[in-house]
């Protein structure tokens, strides 16, 4: 299974971002995988942004990123979203998709067994 993550970029604060990952490999079906995005800032440790599994169940982490984070996923297009909407500079990080197959929705990374490259995110003030 590869993720291909991409829509990172420069914003301003209080700017909106969307960011995707997009599955591919044999052995991905979208109806049997939980996706998530981490991130982790310069210097600190990787944190847990939002997940979803195929049936819609839904978290998020980040209290920062709580009302202003929503991820979402085209099952037909083995893709998982991420907006982000009114940025500030503390959400300036490299953002990871990832993905295992299962229902659950997990919050810790090394629950999740497949991971995108990044994408980074810079929220200028």
């Known amino acids: 299974v590869q993720l291909q993550t991409s829509g990172g970029g420069l914003v301003q604060a209080g700017g909106s971002l969307r960011l995707s990952c997009a599955a591919s490999?044999?052995?991905?079906?979208?109806?049997?995988?939980?996706m998530g995005w981490f991130r982790q800032a310069p210097g600190k440790e990787d944190e847990f942004v939002a997940a979803?599994?195929?049936?819609?169940?839904?978290?998020y982490g980040a209290d920062s990123a709580k009302g202003r984070f929503t991820i979402s996923r085209d099952n037909a297009k083995d893709t998982v979203y991420l907006q982000m909407n009114s940025l500030n500079p503390e959400d300036t990080a490299v953002y990871y998709c990832?993905?295992?197959?299962?229902?659950?929705?997990?919050?810790?990374?090394?629950?999740?067994?497949?991971w995108g490259q990044g994408t980074l995110v810079t929220v200028s003030s």
């Open positions: 979803m599994n195929q049936r819609g169940a839904k978290a």
């Open positions: 990832a993905a295992r197959s299962s229902v659950a929705v997990k919050t810790t990374s090394p629950w999740y067994d497949y």
């Open positions: 490999g044999r052995t991905f079906t979208a109806t049997t995988w939980t």
